[in-house]
């Protein structure tokens, strides 16, 4: 791995290895000849070479304990590193992917990408790799002094090795395939978790609790039966391979003690050579431990190379910055269609052009589904069309800097998106550098965005901390309108519905993440705006301090705004009506009620905009 080749503990390591494994394998030799010592000289004076024996010995084993906890202690800590390097590479890959990425790729997925394949991979190349390599090492030099010791009983042993050997490859094999079975078995029960867990508002309105801990538990229990079966597995082949190394032993001493009984070997060699075959049996069990590990991390690697190679189908931070000075602001889509790379087959857009000039207020009206929404999408980029163009200030957006061009657009939308952290680094999220935003421009924007009051009445303040996803802030009423669907393929766009409604029946006091949103817009001072307006009312004094921050927000900038009421409507610039794919009408809202026909005369009469 290219981390674990970079590591400069790396090659300490494996010198610590090869003292500690050094040491290690000539124990048994030594061994031996103390045993030797201790039989052929039964007279008083051997107690003298013994001791000294001995005591040699044991100083050389201190530095072989020595030497392999240090390789223990660097292995460790060098894996880590390697793991903390992928998982901050990985997260940067997943963080530059496009968004249609996201819709094809589950959270959860990502999610384990992240923590367990990571982890797998750094242990594979690191402990794993160092313990494999000191089992091949000891095997090796074991089965060579097993030879040496007595290359009469080491044919012997060494002809039982093939026939294991095949059994361990088939059962390897089995044991790979029940581990696969299993492990996309526990990651489908984890997933359900997931979903569930975070959308519980919507589990809780439905009363689908027990369902749902029915359903996970039916999952783990299935994981369950396949755990046993690979506990069966495991259970038969640790017996038999336990039961045949203790037949191996059993040979080994009858053997012996019949070349002991000939003057063949002495009592010293045969306890060497049982030591030694003592350590290749562990050696080799190591070395299967080594081999499984391996390959799982092998397949977890293969799995991040993947993410961490994949190029993103959008440029993430490149392309054309305009010109500051000259820069407008002005809209325009030109002839364009477009599919969700999702659902290539259900076009949105087909032949779709609206002009937005600069400075100017447009409402954009449609049914719902008619793809108002996706025309925000697409201004920010996270998408491009199949043809046609969307300019700004004349420019392809495809040859603008997408970085650059998001710096430019400000969104607020109708279920804002907080962070669980304090309200303060909220509103500061919409600045270049929100280290370098005082408490002041914080308080300034949370004041004209008619946030200040409420945010101050909380005990913490500004250093309130919203509630994951902002739960703990009142948000708009939405489950009229956006029911949470569970995830089938994909996931909604810009203001997909949000699960962070209120309960239904409690009553609706408003507004306070809009308006944190909009200080946080307020902060990023766009010259481009794109809002998605709430679809439901407020009570009428947060109607007004949402209106009047909104209004505030849209002074001097580009608006682009899916508009749900009709004062917006009404005080927009124009009113761009949205229909089977294209614009098909557009005109003030007067002109456009005028039109007997007007489908925007239709969509007044159908769709309730709300008066405020
Ligand atoms: N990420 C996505 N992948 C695939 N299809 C999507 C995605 N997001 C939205 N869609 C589909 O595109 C169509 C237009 O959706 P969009 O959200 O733009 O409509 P909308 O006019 O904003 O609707 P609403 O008024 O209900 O918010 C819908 O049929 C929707 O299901």
């Known amino acids: 791995m290219e981390g674990a080749a970079e590591d400069p503990e790396h090659p300490t390591a494996v010198g610590f290895l090869a003292v500690s494994s050094v040491i290690t394998m000539s124990a048994p030799f030594f061994l031996g000849k103390v045993i030797d010592v201790i039989y052929t000289n039964p007279t008083v004076d051997y107690s003298y070479n013994l001791t000294h024996l001995c005591l040699v010995l044991s100083g050389v084993f201190l530095c072989g304990a020595a030497a392999n906890a240090v390789r223990v202690y660097l292995m460790q800590t060098s894996g880590q590193r390697i793991v903390n390097r992928l998982r901050a590479s990985l997260f940067s890959s997943v963080l530059r992917q496009e968004v249609a990425f996201f819709d094809k790729t589950r959270t959860g997925e990502l999610i384990n990408r992240l923590s367990s394949d990571t982890a797998l991979l750094g242990r594979s190349v690191t402990e794993n790799l160092s313990d494999g390599l000191r089992a091949g090492a000891q095997a090796s030099v074991g089965i060579g002094m097993m030879c040496f010791v007595s290359p009469n009983l080491a044919t012997f042993v060494l002809s039982v090795v093939p026939p294991i050997s095949i059994l361990a490859v088939i059962y390897g094999r089995y044991l790979r395939k029940l581990t696969k079975v299993t492990q996309d078995s526990l990651a489908q029960a984890t997933q359900l978790a997931e979903e569930r867990i975070g959308n519980i508002r919507t589990v809780r309105a439905f009363g689908k609790e027990i369902t749902e801990i029915e359903k996970y538990t039916s999952n783990v229990d299935h994981v369950m039966q396949l755990a046993r079966k690979e506990a069966f597995a495991r259970a038969g082949f640790f017996g038999a391979t336990g039961l ?143 043809s046609g163009t969307i300019s700004l200030d004349g420019r392809d957006i495809r040859q603008l800097n997408p970085v650059w061009l998001r710096s430019k657009i400000g969104t607020v939308s109708q279920e804002p998106i907080l962070f669980s952290c304090s309200i303060a680094e909220n509103i500061a999220y919409g600045a270049d550098d929100p280290s370098l935003v005082t408490a002041a421009q914080v308080e300034k924007v949370a004041c004209v965005a008619n946030a200040a009051a409420f945010i101050r009445n909380f005990p913490q303040g500004f250093n309130t901390v919203v509630g994951e996803k902002g739960v703990l802030l009142s948000g708009p009423f939405r489950y009229r309108d956006s029911p949470a669907l569970f995830r089938s393929g994909s996931t909604r766009g810009f203001g997909a519905p949000s699960l962070s409604g209120r309960e239904k029946g409690q009553p609706v006091v408003g507004g306070q993440k809009q308006r944190i949103a909009i200080a946080r817009a307020l902060l990023k001072n766009p010259k481009i705006l794109l809002l998605d307006e709430a679809t439901s009312a407020l009570d009428a004094e947060n109607e007004y301090l949402v209106q009047q921050a909104l209004d505030r927000l849209m002074e001097g900038r580009t608006v682009l705004i899916i508009a749900h009421r009709l004062s917006t409507i009404k005080n927009a610039n124009m009113v761009a009506v949205l229909d089977q794919g294209k614009i098909t009408e557009y005109g003030k809202h007067e002109e456009l009620l005028s039109k007997p026909d007007g489908i925007y005369r239709k969509l007044m009469n159908k769709q309730s905009f709300i008066s405020a």
């Open 244 to 386: 045949s190394g203790n037949l191996i032993v059993l040979s080994v001493l009858y053997k012996g003690g019949l070349l002991m009984g000939s003057a063949h070997m002495t009592v010293g060699e045969l306890s060497s050579f049982l030591m030694y075959a003592f350590w290749v049996g562990l050696s080799v069990g190591g070395l299967s431990s080594f081999y499984s590990e391996l390959m799982k991390g092998l397949g977890a690697g293969g799995r991040l190379w993947e993410l961490l190679e994949r190029e993103p189908a959008l440029p993430f931070n490149e392309g054309v910055v305009l010109n500051e000075k000259s820069f407008q602001g002005a809209l325009e889509f030109k002839n364009v269609h477009f599919a969700y790379p999702a659902r290539p087959e259900v076009p949105i857009f087909q032949d779709f052009s609206l002009s937005i000039p600069s400075g100017s207020v447009t409402a954009l009206v449609g049914p719902s589904g008619s793809g108002k929404s996706t025309a925000i999408s697409l201004l920010l980029r996270l998408y491009d069309p199949v």
